[in-house]
């Protein structure tokens, strides 16, 4: 419950920034571990990388623990991105896919809602953030978007996007 100061490297920065924060947790996604904290100044609930904080003291300064369960707050985050709105996602997977999707969720709000000798359709629960976007998208030809539809037009345009880059 004590306050600290760190110096963080974001990747969107060229340089680092000082924040003084009210750690509360820890959390893993992608093989990579976060802080999850209160930040003192912008008075919001904020993650930081552990691997991009340059220094870290613990100042003299304790705080009273917030009510905040870190497990609640991700519950429908594919990894640490919240910053959408959790939606009902649809994903049509061709019958080879489904079987590793299947045995290997995505989310634990995966459902079957349609199986057909082709194709397995299934729904989540999620935030659609860009860290899903590019799990989306790594099985390219292997999943159709069903819903939302702005999802689906978001992954076409970086299809587009990245099939221009090979022109």
């Given at each position: 419950?004590?306050e600290?100061?760190?110096?963080h490297?974001?990747y969107?920065?060229?340089?680092?920034?000082?924040?003084?924060?009210?750690?509360i947790?820890?959390?893993?996604?992608?093989n990579?571990?976060?802080?999850?904290?209160?930040?003192?100044v912008?008075k919001?609930?904020?993650n930081?990388?552990?691997?991009?904080?340059?220094?870290?003291?613990?100042?003299n300064?304790?705080?009273?623990?917030v009510?905040?369960?870190a497990?609640?707050?991700?519950?429908h985050?594919?990894?640490i991105?919240?910053?959408?709105?959790?939606?009902k996602?649809v994903?049509n997977?061709?019958s080879f896919?489904?079987?590793?999707?299947k045995?290997?969720?995505?989310h634990h709000?995966?459902?079957?809602?349609f199986?057909?000798?082709n194709s397995?359709r299934?729904?989540?629960?999620?935030h659609?953030?860009n860290?899903?976007i590019m799990?989306?998208?790594k099985?390219?030809?292997n999943?159709?978007?069903?819903?939302?539809?702005?999802?689906?037009?978001?992954v076409?345009?970086?299809?587009?996007?990245?099939?221009?880059l090979?022109?």
């Amino acid at each position: 419950n004590m306050e600290i100061i760190i110096k963080h490297q974001s990747y969107w920065k060229e340089l680092p920034e000082i924040r003084k924060l009210q750690p509360i947790a820890i959390k893993e996604s992608s093989n990579r571990w976060y802080l999850i904290c209160f930040d003192t100044v912008k008075k919001d609930f904020r993650n930081f990388g552990l691997d991009r904080i340059q220094t870290l003291e613990i100042t003299n300064l304790k705080f009273k623990p917030v009510d905040y369960n870190a497990t609640t707050y991700y519950q429908h985050a594919f990894g640490i991105e919240t910053y959408e709105p959790a939606t009902k996602i649809v994903l049509n997977f061709n019958s080879f896919q489904a079987q590793y999707i299947k045995s290997l969720p995505l989310h634990h709000s995966q459902n079957i809602i349609f199986e057909t000798a082709n194709s397995c359709r299934f729904e989540y629960f999620m935030h659609p953030t860009n860290d899903f976007i590019m799990e989306i998208m790594k099985y390219g030809e292997n999943v159709i978007i069903e819903e939302p539809t702005s999802l689906r037009e978001t992954v076409k345009s970086k299809i587009v996007t990245m099939l221009n880059l090979y022109q």
